[in-house]
């Protein structure tokens, strides 16, 4: 993920060794989904756009699932 932290906009970067649905949510700190977007992922490196201009000033999190998975990061919004 970068920029960390950012001014609104960032980039998640991700691989997959099959193409799937990946499910990805934006959360605040106490864990409430404050985005969230279905994206169709393919074999291998992906990169994917995200603007979080409309949210405050402060910590939040990331968190990527697939059928086999799920990361969650943290980012700082400036």
Do not use: R, W
Not at 4 to 29: C, R, W
Not at 55 to 65: R, S, T
């Amino acid at each position: 993920m970068f920029p960390n932290p950012n001014e609104g906009e960032m980039h998640v970067s991700f691989s997959l060794e099959t193409a799937q649905k990946v499910e990805l949510y934006i959360m605040d700190i106490s864990g409430k989904v404050l985005k969230s977007t279905t994206i169709n992922g393919n074999v291998g490196e992906n990169v994917v756009f995200l603007s979080n201009a409309e949210f405050a000033a402060g910590l939040y999190m990331v968190q990527l699932k697939t059928t086999n998975s799920n990361k969650t990061l943290q980012f700082i919004k400036k």
